[in-house]
């Protein structure tokens, strides 16, 4: 994975946030596959084999 791809999720997951969504889902790139899971406090990017790739707490987004 791109340094790039991580910056376009981690912008994801901010907008996620900044919209008070709650998102439990798959997705797909062109290549590879992801799932957004909505927490609490947190929201997490994890790849096909469960890894968080991205992961942002809700205050940090809320504080910038």
Known sequence: MSQLDKRVLREFV???????????????TKNY???IVTYIDEVQVLDADENVVV??????????
Do not use: A, G, P, R
């Not at 901010?14 to 797909?28: A, C, E, G, M, R």
């Not at 992961?55 to 910038?64: A, D, I, L, M, R």
């Open 14 to 28: 901010k907008t996620v946030i900044d919209l008070d969504i709650n998102l439990n889902s798959q997705f797909s």
């Open 55 to 64: 992961s942002v707490f809700k205050n940090e987004v809320k504080n910038e």
């Open 33 to 35: 596959d992801y799932e």
